[in-house]
């Protein structure tokens, strides 16, 4: 079977092509190679056999046409996004551009190519998304598949509106989707500019670990190749037209987060003296911070059989060692634009 994965140069798109590849698949890796995305994630797959790359732009419906045509794949996984909510708080247009008019090129590309093979009733197209779609939770309950929207960030506003054409599509012109809506990721390969690998990183710089707010918020943490276990399980196994909310059950204050971070960080790298979480400290927040995101993840676990399969301490001590011993990557994104910048506070 032939995947078409967009965004597979960034976090999450590389975690899914290199399981996808381990596990038989043949990848077309498509991305645009923004400042997010690192062509060294997927090295260790780059000569495989079963690998292709095609830098393209999801906006570039001509290059789309081309690359289905050229490669044939059998379903879409489509990652390729702006993804960074501070990002989307000072430029909001990148991501009304990539998200929502980039998904509808694809939605049209993908349904003419269907249509040229004959309308395969197996052609899946996966879009993969975020909770933040559903908004902001008080101290209890969870979001499930019916949770309405209510999106509350210029990125998760137009996830949302992706999300709305992805279901369309399904409904008006019969293309088999499939979607999902995941927690927050963490793992190797977690580019510079979000809360895990900048506390990491900071923490052994000796700078500042920033917390926005109090650190009250909550956030469900998913190990990221768990999220890409999860993604092939619905693709292969989810039901047409349903989408699935996978979690990390592992919800944690920002604040717990960190100091978690700090615990495992003086195990495994001391410092000469104190503690990394000396060097915590409160920061002014984020404007809209969600306060909570929890996913009830009973359609994925009782309809499919999948289950996260690592603690948020287990998944944590596995990244923190994994950044340890990974300099080289990391030092090599840290000069990008806006990487170290404390950016979103402009609103
Ligand atoms: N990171 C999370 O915690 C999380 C949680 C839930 C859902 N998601 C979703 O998962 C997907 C992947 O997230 P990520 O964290 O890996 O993002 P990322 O920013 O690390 O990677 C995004 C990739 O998409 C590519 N891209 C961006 N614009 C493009 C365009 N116009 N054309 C082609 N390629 C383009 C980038 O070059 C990059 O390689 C996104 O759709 C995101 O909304 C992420």
Known sequence: MKLLVTGGAGFIGSAVVRQAIARGYSVVNLDALTYAACLDNVASVADHPAYAFEQADIRDRAALDRVFATHKPDAVMHLAAESHVDRSIDGPGDFIETNIT?????????????????????????????????GSLGPTGQF?????????????????????????????????????NCSNNYGPYHFPEKLIPVVILNALAGKDLPIYGDGSNVRDWLYVEDHADALLTVLQRGKLG?????????ERTNLELVQ?????LDE??????????DQIRFVTDRPGHDARYAIDPTRM???????PSVTVEEGL???????????????????RDGVGARLGVKA
């Open 268 to 277: 495994l790298r001391p410092k000469p003296a104190g503690s990394y979480s």
């Open 317 to 335: 001590r596995k990244t923190v060692q994994w950044y340890l011993d990974n300099e080289a990557w990391w030092r090599a994104l840290q000069d």
């Open 260 to 264: 978690t971070l700090c615990a495992i």
């Open 242 to 250: 349903r989408s699935y909310n996978i979690g990390g059950e592992n």
């Open 144 to 180: 499930t598949e019916t949770t309405p929207y209510d999106p509350r960030s210029p990125y998760s506003a137009s996830k949302a509106a992706s999300d709305h054409l992805v279901r369309a599509w399904g409904e008006t012109y019969g293309l088999p989707i499939v979607m999902t």
């Open 301 to 307: 676990r009782e309809e499919l059989g999948w289950r």
């Open 102 to 134: 980039g998904t509808y090129h694809l939605l049209e590309a993908a349904r003419a190519y269907w249509a040229t093979q004959g309308k395969p009733e197996g052609f899946r197209f996966h879009h993969i998304s975020t909770d933040e779609v559903f």
